[in-house]
T-cell receptor, first 115, second 110 residues
């Protein structure tokens, strides 16, 4: 396994368009997280899944954002009607949940630019 | 809810030591430390799970004071490769998601 992979690495879109990003976690990891990171800031939590269940979604996330993990493996993050404020790096991370928290491994991210 | 990191930035000469602090207003279950280089994903450094726990590998170590809800990352005899932004991530008691601080930018010069 080569780690967490995200696709695409870069996306430029016009304001108002919809975009979808994909994340493939490390295969044995049952937890998957989406974060957003803007320049000079730490990763900001968006949502997370345990297997296929979306257990938490940030209140900062508007209704334009939706995430899925249909079979408990890969996940998609969709942004509808993109706005310039959506421009950021979108990071996916995965971890294995046992009796204790374990470290999360991040993908390389998808850099979104809304023009 | 976001942990507070200090200092915001550090400039070191190679071989010098540094301490980065992370504090939370909430009771914590664990603290995670990551390093991120420009244009790259955050890379996991270590996780601390118990109050008073200390961990370390090579010349980077960390402590976690559960009662004070604080953690510190210690970098000794810094190397040029230590340059980057260090983030602490905190997991609240009873929670699962990691909340990250704003980061501490570390620059090591020769």
């Amino acid at each position: 396994d080569t780690g967490v992979s995200q696709d695409p690495r870069h996306k430029i879109t016009k304001r108002g368009q919809n975009v979808t990003f994909r994340c493939d976690p490390i295969s044995e990891h049952n937890r998957l997280y989406w974060y957003r990171q803007t320049l000079g800031q730490g990763p900001e939590f968006l949502t997370y899944f345990q297997n296929e269940a979306q257990l938490e979604k940030s209140r900062l996330l508007s209704d334009r954002f939706s995430a899925e993990r249909p079979k408990g493996s890969f996940s998609t993050l969709e942004i509808q009607r993109t706005e310039q404020g959506d421009s950021a790096m979108y990071l996916c991370a995965s971890s294995f949940s046992g009796e204790m928290n374990t470290e999360a491994f991040f993908g390389q991210g998808t850099r979104l630019t809304v023009v | 809810q976001q942990p507070v990191q200090s200092p915001q930035a550090v400039i070191l000469r190679e071989g010098e030591d540094a301490v980065i602090n992370c504090s939370s207003s909430k009771a914590l279950y664990s603290v995670h430390w990551y390093r991120q280089k420009h244009g790259e994903a955050p890379v996991f450094l270590m996780i601390l799970l118990k109050g008073g726990e200390q961990k370390g590998h090579d010349k980077i170590s960390a402590s976690f004071n559960e009662k004070k809800q604080q953690s510190s990352l210690y970098l000794t005899a810094s190397q040029l490769s230590y340059s980057g932004t260090y983030f602490c991530g905190t997991v609240p008691a009873g929670g699962f998601k990691t909340i990250f601080g704003a980061g501490t930018r570390l620059f090591v010069k020769a």
